[in-house]
C-alpha cells in the first residue's frame, strides 16, 4: 500500500520570497510522483512529474522538486513566487503496477501576500 | 492535447433524485477513467476505477448501488449518483489514462453536485 504525507496544511509566504512544499510517501513498490495544483472551483492540473532520470525535474512556471529516494520525498520548491501561485497544491503517487491509480496527500495550500 | 471534459459544471437537484455526470477525453483515447470525490478543503478520495467495456472497480466503502458508473466508449464515462441525498453533495472530479499517456492521468474540471 501506499501513502502521501503533507505536513503543511497551509503556507503562508510574502510575494517574491522563496518557498517550499514539503512531501513525503510511503510505498512497498517503486512509484512515480506528481505534484498537481488546484485553483479554486477548478480541476488538477499537472505541475510537473517524476517519472526516471534525472532527480530534480522542474516546471515551466519556476516550481521544481525533487525526487529524493533515499528520505522518500519529493519536495516542491519556487525560488520567488508571486500572487497569482495562490492556490492549492497535491503531491500524488502512482504505484509502478497495473492499476495506475493516484494516492493524493492531503494538500498544502499556498498562500501569498503582497 | 489530453483535455478532458466534464458536464455539467456545477448541479444542483432536490434530495431523492439521480444525476448523471458525464466525463469525456476530447482528443485521446481514455483506456481507462477515474472518479473521485473532493470535500471542502480536503484531498481527493478515489472512487472506483472503470476500464471501457468493463464494469467498474470500487473503491472500499463506496457504494456500487448509489454511484453507478459506465465507459461505454474509449471517450466516454458517466457517473450516475441515484436517490441523491444532502450527504452526497460534493465536487466530483474525473479523470483519463489513456494508452501513449499510461503513467499519467489527465483530469476534467470538476462538477460541483448540491442536493437540497
Not at chain 1, 48 to 56: A, C, E, P, Q, V
Request: some cysteine; glycine content about 6%.
Amino acid at each position: 500500500a501506499q501513502s502521501v504525507t503533507q505536513l503543511d496544511s497551509q503556507v503562508p509566504v510574502f510575494e517574491e520570497a522563496p518557498v517550499e512544499l514539503r512531501c513525503n510517501y510511503s510505498s512497498s513498490v517503486s512509484v512515480y510522483l506528481f505534484w498537481y495544483v488546484q485553483y479554486p472551483n477548478q480541476g488538477l492540473q499537472l505541475l510537473l512529474k517524476y517519472l526516471s532520470g534525472s532527480t530534480l525535474v522542474e516546471s515551466i512556471n519556476g516550481f521544481e522538486a525533487e525526487f529524493n529516494k533515499s528520505q522518500t520525498s519529493f519536495h516542491l520548491r519556487k525560488p520567488s513566487v508571486h500572487i497569482s501561485d495562490t492556490a492549492e497544491y497535491f503531491c500524488a503517487v502512482t504505484p509502478m503496477d497495473s492499476s495506475y491509480k493516484l494516492i493524493f496527500g492531503s494538500g498544502t495550500r499556498l498562500l501569498v501576500r503582497p | 492535447g489530453a483535455v478532458v471534459s466534464q458536464h455539467p459544471s456545477w448541479v444542483i437537484c432536490k434530495s431523492g433524485t439521480s444525476v448523471k455526470i458525464e466525463c469525456r477525453s476530447l482528443d485521446f483515447q481514455a483506456t481507462t477513467m477515474f472518479w473521485y470525490r473532493q470535500f471542502p478543503k480536503q484531498s481527493l478520495m478515489l472512487m472506483a476505477t472503470s476500464n471501457e467495456g468493463s464494469k467498474a472497480t470500487y473503491e472500499q466503502g463506496v457504494e456500487k448501488d448509489k454511484f453507478l458508473i459506465n465507459h461505454a466508449s474509449l471517450t466516454l464515462s458517466t457517473l450516475t449518483v441515484t436517490s441523491a441525498h444532502p450527504e452526497d453533495s460534493s465536487f466530483y472530479i474525473c479523470s483519463a489514462r489513456g494508452r501513449q499517456t499510461y503513467n499519467e492521468q489527465f483530469f476534467g474540471p470538476g462538477t460541483r453536485l448540491t442536493v437540497l
